[in-house]
């Protein structure tokens, strides 16, 4: 499998083609402007070449000098699940450290994972007992 492109935004890559309508609802989540207009700084990887592929596998196709210090992964349990919660996983500070978010948050975790003013770990750990960030 090649390396995921380089991208001056954080990646949200699909791996699941199963529910093309929970696709597009969880892209159309992260993409909601939030506050000012503020939106998050995301680019949406719709390839069918990562179908099926794992955190662990994506993992091993980061590129040197990939900019990000995550990836956001929109997998089988995004598109099955009501409320689309995406993957996040570390590429940085602790490699395939993951928690889910629901997608109205991205916003709020790239900007502030890429700004580096609260880590990985603060969000991970910030997750429902059943992983999932769902803010407060």
């Given at each position: 499998?090649?390396?995921?492109?380089?991208?001056?935004?954080?990646?949200?890559i699909?791996?699941?083609f199963?529910?093309?309508?929970?696709?597009?609802?969880?892209?159309?989540?992260?993409?909601?402007?939030?506050?000012?207009?503020?939106?998050?700084?995301?680019?949406?990887?719709?390839?069918?070449?990562?179908?099926?592929?794992?955190?662990?596998?994506?993992?091993?196709?980061?590129?040197?000098?990939?900019?990000?210090?995550?990836?956001?992964?929109?997998?089988?349990?995004?598109?099955?699940?009501?409320?689309?919660?995406?993957?996040?996983?570390?590429?940085a500070?602790?490699?395939?450290?993951?928690?889910r978010?629901?997608?109205?948050?991205v916003?709020?975790?790239?900007h502030?994972?890429?700004?580096?003013e609260?880590?990985?770990a603060?969000?991970?750990?910030?997750?429902?007992?059943?992983?999932?960030?769902?803010?407060?």
């Amino acid at each position: 499998m090649d390396l995921i492109p380089l991208t001056p935004s954080v990646l949200a890559i699909r791996t699941d083609f199963s529910d093309h309508e929970a696709w597009k609802t969880t892209v159309a989540a992260i993409s909601q402007p939030a506050g000012e207009g503020l939106l998050a700084n995301v680019e949406f990887l719709d390839d069918p070449a990562y179908t099926g592929t794992s955190a662990e596998q994506l993992l091993g196709i980061v590129p040197t000098g990939y900019a990000h210090s995550f990836l956001l992964v929109i997998d089988d349990l995004t598109v099955s699940s009501h409320d689309h919660p995406v993957l996040v996983v570390d590429i940085a500070d602790e490699p395939g450290r993951q928690f889910r978010a629901v997608p109205e948050l991205v916003l709020v975790i790239e900007h502030y994972l890429s700004a580096g003013e609260i880590g990985f770990a603060d969000f991970a750990e910030s997750a429902d007992p059943d992983g999932i960030v769902r803010g407060s």
